[in-house]
């Protein structure tokens, strides 16, 4: 890229990750968390946000709401800049555009507007992003203007799927949206890695659903696969990434290991 700060940052230009898949429950939010948290340990700069009213990845990464304080709304619809808008944790290299429920209304607010498609893009725009590397973006479970805007603004695509019955349910309206976003939105986007996620070795049935989704995806499915683990689902309560809460878990480590895989990954496909 000629010109502008992206020059200097060469083969660090930011990467931008949507989270998404229209299924609730599959895991999105706990990957963006911990993912995001692996990647600032790994000492990338990175920047999470939230993009569900829900705001559960907010919460989970220890926000609590106050008044008047900027959120992914404000970026949405007021126009405001990331930076302006993004929080320290209490992680070093880990900041966060925290979401409200008023995040609810843009969906609405957004049909009537020129662009709706393309307002986190533009607020993800090279030089806005600063010395980001990686910025993890949380999707709601539907196929609406807020997933629209993170698939138009992204550079890849990570899809969570859970081992469990219909894991891929859905999964076809989800690659529809993607082949439309690609010729509408954003020609370069790509699936960076399909995630297994709740896995319980002890049953056939994930083995199964692990088996029909690489059957499906390929080399695209990390090897990493992240297990049923108790402590992923207790963390969030806790404000604290897993990784804070319990490092010796075995979801701890199962994400230190996606976020290896997931660099080794980056890496290969350099200045994509
Ligand atoms: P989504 O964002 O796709 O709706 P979540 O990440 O919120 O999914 O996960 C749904 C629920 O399952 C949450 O209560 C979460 O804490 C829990 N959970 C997510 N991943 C795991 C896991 N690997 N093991 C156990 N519980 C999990
Ligand atoms: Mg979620």
Redesign the pocket.
């Known amino acids: 890229v000629k010109g502008g700060r992206r020059e200097w940052r060469g083969m660090s230009d930011t990467r931008i990750l949507a989270v998404a898949?229209q299924k609730?429950?599959?895991?999105?939010?706990?990957?963006a968390i911990s993912l995001g948290a692996t990647l600032a340990a790994y000492e990338r700069k990175t920047l999470v946000v939230d993009l569900d009213p829900q705001s559960?990845c907010s919460s989970g990464l220890g926000w609590r709401a106050e008044d008047g304080a900027a959120t992914s709304y404000d970026v949405l619809l007021g126009g405001r800049a990331v930076l302006d808008v993004a929080h320290p944790t209490e992680f070093p290299h880990l900041s966060l555009v925290p979401a409200t429920p008023d995040l609810a209304g843009a969906e609405v607010e957004l049909v009537g507007m020129v662009g709706r498609e393309f307002r986190l893009r533009d607020a993800l725009a090279a030089d806005q992003t600063g010395d980001f590397e990686f910025v993890v973006v949380d999707c709601p479970?539907s196929l609406g203007l807020l997933t629209l805007n993170a698939l138009a603004a992204a550079t890849g695509l990570l899809i969570?799927i859970q081992c469990e019955y219909f894991a891929m349910e859905g999964v076809s309206n989800l690659m529809t949206t993607i082949e439309e976003v690609r010729r509408f939105l954003n020609p370069g986007l790509v699936i960076d890695g399909v995630l297994l996620?709740?896995y319980d070795e002890r049953t056939n049935l994930a083995q199964q659903v692990a088996q029909e989704v690489r059957g499906v995806f390929g080399d695209l499915v990390f090897e990493a696969v992240?297990?049923?683990?108790?402590r992923?689902?207790e963390a969030?309560s806790f404000g604290r990434p897993i990784h804070a809460y319990d490092l010796r878990s075995r979801?701890s480590q199962a994400y230190l290991e996606l976020g290896r895989e997931f660099l080794e990954r980056m890496e290969v496909s350099g200045d994509r």
């Open positions: 898949n609730g429950g599959v895991g999105k939010t706990t990957t559960n479970p969570p996620t709740m992240v297990p049923r683990n108790v992923l689902a969030p979801g």
